[in-house]
C-alpha cells in the first residue's frame, strides 16, 4: 500500500532551523512535493525533488533519498509567520500525488 | 504562479439540498484538475480526477452519484454535492495541473456545511 510518515506537531522557536522529516512508501515513484498550509486555506507549493540531494530555496531547502524513501523540509530563520502544517507529498508511479496528514509546526517567540 | 479560482468560499446550505462547487483556472488550460476533500486535521483525500470531456476517474470509496463532476472545459470543472447530510460538511479543494511532475495550484476551498 502507499503510506506516508511525518511528524504530527513540531514546536521551535523564532529566528531557529527546523526539519521536518517524511518517510514514504509508494506504488512506484516519481518525485516528491512539499506544501505549506496555513489553517484553513488551501496549500501552497514549496519544492520538488525528483533526483537524491538537497534543493535549497531561500529560506526553505528540500532533501530527497529515493533509495531511502526518505525526504526532509529545512527551514532557516524561522518566523512567526512560517507557522503553518507542511505536507509531504509523494507523487507514484502513476503520476497520481498522494498527500500525508502533514506536520503541524508552531512556531513561538 | 498560475491562478486557480473556486467558489464560493463557503456555504451553507439544508440538508437534502444539492450544492455546487467551481473550479476555474483563469490563465492557464488545465486538461486535469483534481478534487480534495480534507478533514480537520487530516489529509488532503483524493476525491476524483476530473479530465476535460471525459468521465470523471473516482478513488476507491468515493459515491460517483453523489459527488457529480463535471469538466466541460479546459477552464472549468464543477463539484456538484447532491443531497447533502451533515457529514458532507468538509473542506473541500480543487487544483489544476499543468501536466506531470508539474506542481498543482489549488483553489482557495469551499468550506461546505450542512445543517
Known amino acids: 500500500g502507499q503510506n506516508i510518515d511525518q511528524p504530527t506537531e513540531m514546536t521551535a522557536t523564532e529566528g531557529a532551523i527546523v526539519q521536518i522529516n517524511c518517510t514514504y512508501q509508494?506504488?512506484?515513484?516519481?518525485?516528491l512535493f512539499w506544501y505549506q498550509q496555513h489553517a484553513g486555506e488551501a496549500p501552497t507549493f514549496l519544492s520538488y525533488?525528483?533526483?537524491?540531494g538537497l534543493e535549497e530555496k531561500g529560506r526553505f531547502s528540500s532533501f530527497l533519498s529515493r533509495s531511502k524513501g526518505y525526504s526532509y523540509l529545512l527551514l532557516k530563520e524561522l518566523q512567526m509567520k512560517d507557522s503553518a502544517s507542511y505536507l509531504c507529498?509523494?507523487?507514484?508511479?502513476?503520476?497520481?500525488?498522494?498527500f500525508g496528514a502533514g506536520t503541524r509546526l508552531f512556531v513561538k517567540a | 504562479g498560475a491562478v486557480v479560482s473556486q467558489h464560493p468560499s463557503r456555504v451553507i446550505c439544508k440538508s437534502g439540498t444539492s450544492v455546487k462547487i467551481e473550479c476555474r483556472s483563469l490563465?492557464?488550460?488545465?486538461?486535469?484538475m483534481f478534487w480534495y476533500r480534507q478533514f480537520p486535521k487530516k489529509s488532503l483525500m483524493l476525491m476524483a480526477t476530473?479530465?476535460?470531456?471525459?468521465?470523471?476517474?473516482?478513488e476507491q470509496g468515493v459515491e460517483k452519484d453523489k459527488f457529480l463532476i463535471n469538466h466541460a472545459s479546459l477552464t472549468l470543472s464543477t463539484l456538484t454535492v447532491t443531497s447533502a447530510h451533515p457529514e458532507d460538511s468538509s473542506f473541500y479543494i480543487c487544483?489544476?495541473?499543468?501536466?506531470?511532475?508539474?506542481?498543482?495550484?489549488f483553489g482557495q476551498g469551499t468550506r461546505l456545511t450542512v445543517v
Open positions: 507529498a509523494p507523487e507514484d508511479g502513476g503520476f497520481k500525488t498522494i
Open positions: 490563465d492557464f488550460q488545465a486538461t486535469t
Open positions: 509508494t506504488s512506484g515513484f516519481n518525485g
Open positions: 476530473s479530465n476535460e470531456g471525459s468521465k470523471a476517474t473516482y
Open positions: 487544483s489544476a495541473s499543468g501536466g506531470r511532475d508539474s506542481e498543482a495550484f
Open positions: 525533488n525528483v533526483l537524491d
